[in-house]
Structure formats: C-alpha cells, structure tokens
T-cell receptor, first 113, second 115 residues
Framework: AQSVTQPDIHITVSEGASLELRCNYS??????LFWYVQSPGQGLQLLLK??????LVQGIKGFEAEFKRSQSSFNLRKPSVHWSDAAEYFC???????????FGKGTHLIIQP | DTEVTQTPKHLVMGMTNKKSLKCEQH?????MYWYKQKAKKPPELMFV???????INESVPSRFSPECPNSSLLNLHLHALQPEDSALYLC??????????????FGPGTRLTVL
C-alpha cells in the first residue's frame, strides 16, 4: 500500500526564516502527492499537489514542493515564514482504499517571534 | 464556489442518541468522502462515495451509517456511539475518485463528543 512518512513531529522556525518540511513516500510508480495545512480545530486546506510533469510545484501562500524520485521525497518549502504559518502540516498520498487519502502523521510548525 | 460546508460545527450526544452529520458541496463534484480525525492524529478514511454509490467502506462499525441522497449532499448517521468515537469528522469532495481528478477539498469538520 502507498504511504508517506513525515519524520519531524515538531519544527520551530523564526519568523522570516526559511522553512523545509520533509515527506518521504513509499510507492514504486509515480505517486499522487499532496500537502495540506490545518489550523487548530479547522478543516484541511490544500497547499499544493503533484501528479506528474514538472517536479517543482508551486502552491498557495508562497509554498512550493519538489518531487525527487531518487530520494523518494516531496519536501515542502517556503523562503520566509510568517507567524500565521503556524499550524499542522500533513503530507498525503492517494492510497487509502485506493481512492481516499493516506496521510503522514503530520508536522507541527511553531513560529518564534 | 469552492466550499464544502458541514453542519453542525459541534455535536454532543449520549451513547443512546441518534444524530446525523451533514455535508454539502456545490462544485459539481461526483466523489465525496468521510474522514475521522482523533486529537493530534492524521485524518483516517471512513467512506468513499462515487457517483452517489458507496465505493469504499474502511471496515467502519455499523453504528456509523453513510448516505448520499444526491450528488451534492452527504450524510453520516450516528447511532449507539461509544465515547471513543469522539473526534473531528471531516467531509471532502473531489471531481472524481480517479487519480488525476482526485484533488480533495475539505470542509471545516464537525467536532463530535460522545458522553
């Protein structure tokens, strides 16, 4: 079954600093990959997705992610974080029951002033 | 309109109650999903509907009963729940279930507490 792993449970970044959140996938063929963000008590918002094609994908809120087949990774990046970026970030892939999403355990992002 | 709405926002129920969660989208999507999210955990898939037909049931107990009356509406009927069923229930929709069309939009969720 397809799965994703987020190795970092918590990440603390200073406001204005750059950010990289890690995601590794486990699948032989090209996977469908997503990054979602969830603020406390809220639903999930899609930041970006990768299906095929250009391996560097741009998303909303200034986020981007790069698909690297050689490293089985799909890391999320942002050049300069804002305090409002503090949230839970989930990497996900299609594979839960084939049509549903299978999520990583999430990375909790803390922004220091 | 790229919004998925869910009602109610919060629900408190006893173990003998019967209640329903409602989800609605007007994006013309033909796939709809229920996920369950426990505190500090990722969402877990419960059910998938494709063209108003149940296509996936992830071994969910029968005390959860989904219903898709039309392409815009998805319900989750709850009966005889247990305290461990307390969670955030998230609804999502996508154009279709197949990969290239499976970009899922989520609603804000219903926070369920079972006493």
């Amino acid at each position: 079954a397809q799965s994703v792993t987020q190795p970092d449970i918590h990440i603390t970044v200073s406001e204005g600093a750059s950010l990289e959140l890690r995601c590794n996938y486990s699948y032989g063929a090209t996977p469908y990959l997503f990054w979602y963000v969830q603020s406390p008590g809220q639903g999930l918002q899609l930041l970006l997705k990768y299906f095929s094609g250009d391996t560097l994908v741009q998303g909303i809120k200034g986020f981007e992610a790069e698909f690297k087949r050689s490293q089985s990774s799909f890391n999320l990046r942002k050049p300069s974080v804002h305090w409002s970026d503090a949230a839970e970030y989930f990497c996900a892939t299609l594979g839960g029951g084939a049509d549903g999403l299978t999520f990583g355990k999430g990375t909790h992002l803390i922004i220091q002033p | 309109d790229t919004e998925v709405t869910q009602t109610p926002k919060h629900l408190v129920m006893g173990m003998t109650n019967k209640k329903s969660l409602k989800c609605e989208q007007h994006m013309g999507h033909r796939a709809m999903y229920w996920y369950k999210q426990k505190a500090k955990k990722p969402p877990e898939l419960m059910f998938v509907y494709s063209y108003e037909k149940l296509s996936i049931n992830e071994s969910v107990p029968s005390r959860f009963s989904p219903e898709c009356p039309n392409s815009s509406l998805l319900n989750l009927h709850l009966h005889a729940l247990q305290p461990e069923d307390s969670a955030l229930y998230l609804c999502a929709s996508s154009r279709q279930t197949s990969g290239d069309y499976n970009e899922q939009f989520f609603g804000p969720g219903t926070r369920l507490t079972v006493l």
